[in-house]
């Protein structure tokens, strides 16, 4: 599902407002939620870069390493929503500016901030044979949900995805 709206005001924070999550490492007290940022300017390879910033998290968080097979294709699947998110800022909006993954008991929420003016959307109808194009797609299929937030008077916009934590 994609839906260019954020969550009802209170229910989830939205990035870029008041009550996004602080750039810190420790869960805080309050949601039991942590937050990790994660800058790209002046980076180069920042989807390897974006991949290792994530699975540093997803040990810290326990997910890896994995005990099982489930635990195991949650914790790929949360890589690869990274590189497709990260990539499409690079094919699409000439780069992003900014990662922030957060982690509940119930969901990691990955977010890609970047200056562009499009707005993705997987390929309609998805043909599984052509080249390219499948990276929303794909989002689409691993995650609970996504979607695209864009502030007021800003330029640019934020992508971001949710993914069920492992059982």
């Known amino acids: 599902m994609s839906t260019t709206r954020p969550y009802p005001p209170g229910d989830r ?41 994530a699975r540093q998290a997803l040990y810290a968080w326990g997910w890896l390493p994995a005990d099982g097979a489930d635990r195991r294709a949650a914790a790929e699947d949360v890589l690869l929503v990274v590189s497709e998110l990260v990539t499409n800022a690079c094919l699409h909006a000439e780069g992003p500016d900014e990662m922030l993954i957060s982690c509940d008991r119930k969901m990691i929420r990955v977010e890609v901030s ?31 949900d996504w979607g695209v937030v864009r502030t007021p008077g800003v330029t640019g916009k934020t992508v971001w995805a949710e993914l069920g934590a492992p059982a």
């Open 114 to 144: 970047d200056r562009g003016t499009g707005q993705p959307a997987p390929r309609t109808p998805h043909r599984a044979g052509r080249p390219g194009g499948h990276g929303m797609f794909i989002v689409q299929r691993l995650c609970l």
């Open 13 to 53: 924070p939205e990035p870029g407002g008041d009550s996004a999550p602080p750039a810190r490492d420790d869960a805080e007290p309050s949601t039991g939620r942590d937050a990790r940022r994660l800058g790209f300017a002046g980076e180069s390879g920042v989807v390897p870069l974006a991949r290792d910033f």
